[in-house]
């Protein structure tokens, strides 16, 4: 089985270093959905496209939804959800918050949002999605956001759980894996 996965394009609230929320692309996440396209394209992409509903990943894959023979939109490919947190930047966090700032330092794996979600609720939230994508036995290219690469690396691959929130997922790439889901080797590719 052979899985692509994309981070959406850089949104406005990356380049403010906000968290979490709906924004749109950036005029550069805007660049990166067309070189996106130009990828799909000239590459032997799967016919399969599956994206989170939110604005950024939907805009991100809309542009090359023509090289798809299907889209889904899954809402457990959603961001994480920061609670009370979302939409500040990570200044406002710590100022506003510091003990919450300090324990999601402390124990980033395990911290959960006040009114929001932890990565382990995130692990359990992508299982049906993994389910899917087994249970389909189609390749698949997934357009999603930063903490939820890393829950489905942890399906997908075999990531440790305490290394999850560490994981380096840069926006503008395009992660390939291959191989039996749980074992699946991964490339990293710019786009």
């Known amino acids: 089985m052979r899985i692509l996965i994309t981070r959406h394009g850089e949104s406005m609230y ?3 270093d906000r968290i979490g929320g709906n924004p749109p692309l950036s005029s550069k996440g805007i660049m990166y959905a067309q070189r996106l396209t130009g990828f ?3 590459e032997d992409i799967p016919k399969k496209l599956i994206s989170s ?4 990943a939907v805009q991100t ?3 090359s939804r023509q090289y798809f023979e299907s889209w889904k939109k899954i809402p457990l490919l959603n961001e994480i959800n920061a609670g009370d947190m979302e939409d500040l930047t990570y200044t406002e966090f710590r100022e506003r918050f510091p003990e919450e700032y300090a324990k999601r330092k402390e124990d980033k794996f395990s911290y959960k949002y006040p009114n929001g979600e932890s990565y382990k609720d995130l692990i359990k939230r992508t299982t049906p999605v993994v389910e899917f994508i087994r249970d389909g036995g189609e390749d698949v290219f997934i357009v999603c956001h930063r903490a939820i690469v890393r829950a489905l690396l942890f399906h ?4 440790r759980k305490k290394d999850i929130p ?3 997922i840069p926006l503008h790439h395009i992660i390939s894996l291959n191989g039996e889901i749980g074992e699946m080797s991964m490339e990293l590719r710019s786009v």
Do not use: D, Q
């Open 14 to 16: 990356n380049t403010e």
């Open 40 to 42: 799909c394209k000239n």
């Open 53 to 56: 509903t939110l604005r950024r």
């Open 61 to 63: 894959a809309s542009h």
């Open 156 to 159: 997908l691959v075999g990531v």
């Open 166 to 168: 560490h994981i380096e």
